[in-house]
């Protein structure tokens, strides 16, 4: 693609990272900086696993996931101001952040055909955003969108992850023994999500590598809006 066409075509910016890397906070506060819309891809991963539960489907059993994936109509709405998600028109946005959800969602995401499924939704989001979009997730500069205009790889120390994932639930009045046992989760799902066979999460060749560990929030936002407004030559609404 030659600079001509990259300014008319919409911008794409890919964001992946681990669990509690601040991937989807500061991926929403770019997008709504830059006019951009935004989409949550795990909240799509978590919307198809909490709809086998709610269906009885056996989440262990892969064939099975992958015979029923196709049956559940999950709607992203990509506004950043106020992003949602929908399983067969009904709001899910609360209960796919619940303890069953996210034990059992690294398994349903492994799934292929849950995959092939859920990038073409991610792809048809894209195409219909108006100026852009900024998607976050695990696959999003490796294969959803090979050619995003902005690819970023978002970490941060384990240490730094659980301690802020920690602070959050604490914050919520959450007990400690919680705490400690969704410390164990978060370890297990990066362990399963990095080391599957399709997709797994891996930093893109060509992606930028922000290592969050010692920054504040805001830096993190700032440093990757100014990334975008370089390279995409988009700025500010
Ligand atoms: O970002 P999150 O924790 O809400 O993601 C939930 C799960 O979905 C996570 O365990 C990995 C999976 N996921 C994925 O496989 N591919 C993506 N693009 C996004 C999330």
Redesign the pocket.
Known sequence: MDTADRAHAPVVVAI?GP?GSG??TVSRAVAARLGLSFL???????AMTWWMLANEVDVTDAEAVAVACGKPVIVSGVDAAGPTITVDGQDVSGPIRGPEV?AQ??AV??VPQV?TRLVEL?RGCAELAERGIVA?????GTV?FPTATVKVFLTASQNARAERRAAELRAKGVDEATITAMAADLAR?DA??SSRDT?P?TQAADAVLVDTSELTLEQVIETITALVEQKAGLTAV
């Open positions: 992946d669990s991937k989807s949550d891809t795990g909240a799509m991963y978590r996210t969602v690294s995401s492994a995959r991610q976050e997730g695990r696959d999003m959803v799902r399963a999500d997709s999460l």
